[in-house]
């Protein structure tokens, strides 16, 4: 669900475990959906992109999974490292090449 | 690497008064956006630009916000009369869309904080 205000979701995982970030979305007319991390003071960073026909696309350590079913999105990422705490957030990208980015998640990798 | 520069980093202002917001998008990029962040919130879009005119802009994105891109290099972002709730992460970022690139560029924010 939608998150408001300060109360961003949080996941923490320990280094060297995979982490499973989620998305919903509710534009079934979206082109793209997209990643991005935000460190701290920091603007978005692009992490991966899979296109609406897809099911599923692999990066570097990243997988993004596009269940269009459900309106679901996720991000895992594989053997998790401190560099990559962060905010991750979602975006959906429409045919007039605007995003909209979805509430983002906290991501605190433990030690 | 090409980035996406913002200046100032930081700006205090007075309510009620015009603020520019200036970003030197990447050199080949054609489109270029402004998207702003309040505080522990989600980034939200203001405006697109492309060719020299708006091609989409949002709700937040009211006559007293304005765009412009004066030059080859520069892409500014003006707000007439400051308000405290304009206080905000202003975001620029560009594009290169022909090749069906995603990729946005977002550049490190200006921190706006109107008192």
């Known amino acids: 669900g939608e998150s408001v205000g300060l109360h961003l979701p949080t996941l923490s995982v320990q280094e060297g475990d995979n982490s499973i970030i989620n998305c919903a979305y509710s534009?079934?007319?979206?082109?793209?959906f997209i990643w991005y991390k935000q460190e701290s003071g920091k603007g978005p960073q692009f992490i991966i992109d899979?296109?609406?026909?897809?099911d599923k696309r692999q990066g570097q350590r990243v997988t993004v999974l596009l269940n269009k079913t459900v309106k679901h999105l996720s991000l895992q990422i594989a053997a998790t490292q401190p560099g990559d705490s962060a905010v991750y957030f979602c975006?959906?990208?429409?045919?007039?090449?605007?995003?909209?980015f979805g509430s983002g998640t906290q991501l605190t990798v433990l030690p | 690497e090409p980035e996406v520069t913002q200046t100032p980093s930081h700006q205090v202002t007075q309510m009620g008064q015009e603020v520019i917001l200036r970003c030197v998008p990447i050199?080949?990029?054609?489109?270029f956006y402004w998207y702003r962040q309040i505080l522990g919130q989600k980034v939200e879009f203001l405006v697109s630009?492309?060719?020299?005119?708006?091609?989409?802009k949002s709700e937040i994105f009211d006559d007293q916000f304005s765009v412009e891109r004066p030059d080859g290099s520069n892409f500014t972002l003006k707000i007439r009369s400051t308000k405290l709730e304009d206080s905000a992460m202003y975001f620029c970022?560009?594009?290169?869309?022909?090749?069906?690139?995603?990729?946005?560029?977002f550049g490190q924010g200006t921190r706006l904080t109107v008192v």
């Open positions: 970022a560009s594009s290169d869309l022909r090749t069906m690139n995603t990729e946005a560029f």
């Open positions: 534009n079934s007319a979206s082109d793209y």
């Open positions: 899979i296109r609406s026909n897809m």
């Open positions: 975006a959906a990208l429409d045919s007039a090449r605007q995003l909209t």
């Open positions: 050199s080949n990029h054609l489109y």
């Open positions: 630009f492309y060719n020299n005119e708006i091609s989409e």
